[in-house]
Structure formats: C-alpha cells, structure tokens
C-alpha cells in the first residue's frame, strides 16, 4: 500500500513518460529514436529527464547522446550533446538495479504553452557503430509546481 501511495503522489504532475526500445546487441549510430509529445492540457514550466536503461555487457564508463528536440508551432529547435557518466572511477556501473541498470539524468526546464507540441530525437554519438548493452531510451517531462 505505501508503494502504490508513493507512487502516485510522485507520478501525478507527470504528463508524458515513454521508453523506446533499442537492440540490446547493438544500437547503430544511424538508429535515431523519436519522442512526439503532444496535446498538452496545461502551460507552465516543465522539468525533463532521460531514463536510460543498460545491461551489464555495456562497454563503456560513459556515454555520449546528442538529442534535439522540436518546439512546435514556434519551430525552435535545439541541440545538445548529452556526455554521461555511468560508471565509477573503478569502472563498476553505478545504476540501479541489478540485471538491468537505470539511470535518470535530469535535463534542462522548458517553458511550454497550451496545446504546444515537442517533437525530440536521440542517437548516439560514440565512435563504435555499434553501441552493445543499451536496452530502453526514455523522455519524463513532469509538470513543476507553482
């Protein structure tokens, strides 16, 4: 029962949360994942994170994601280049869980306006074409309170 209650209190200014999938035994550099977010009930200021979700056969300490999102009916767009530390300096992953590691990294706010659409994309911008261990990619964007 308290899990359910803590659930809800924390889930209830959440107005979109979605994962994508990714081929755990590779994720292309070509392979872009899409996030439409549409249909917004309210305006105000929204707080955004990236859920990532990895298997133990990730290579790497880090990884470098470059997302770009899409503000529409204004058509601002922009770009930035995710550098993620998932690892301590022994090298031991540091997410949580046990057979598959989640990490939630907070992003920027973003200011959006009653029925505004955010269109967002991600791929990744390591040097291995194939990017082993990466299992789920997702966008949170939860409502602030006033």
């Known amino acids: ?4 209650l803590a659930f809800f209190s924390c889930s209830r200014n959440t107005i979109y949360s ?13 392979d872009t994942l899409y996030y439409h ?21 990730y290579p790497y300490q880090e990884v470098s994601l470059i997302m770009e999102q899409q503000l529409l009916p204004a058509g601002t767009m922009t770009m930035d280049t995710l550098n993620i530390k998932l690892a301590d300096q022994e090298g031991n992953l ?5 057979s598959m590691l989640d990490y939630t990294i907070p992003l920027s706010d ?3 306006s009653y029925s505004d659409t955010l269109n967002v994309s991600i791929r990744h911008n ?3 074409e ?5 299992t789920n ?4 964007l939860e409502k602030q309170d006033h």
Do not use: C
């Open 94 to 98: 540091n997410g949580i869980g046990l």
């Open 18 to 30: 979605h994962y994508e999938p990714v081929d755990v035994n590779g994720w292309e550099r070509g």
């Open 37 to 57: 977010i549409t249909t917004l009930r309210d305006s105000g200021n929204f707080s955004t994170q990236l859920g990532l979700r990895l298997t133990s056969t």
């Open 130 to 134: 194939m990017l082993p261990g990466i």
């Open 110 to 112: 973003i200011l959006l």
């Open 126 to 128: 390591m040097r291995r």
């Open 1 to 4: 029962m308290a899990a359910a």
């Open 137 to 140: 990619i997702g966008i949170t």
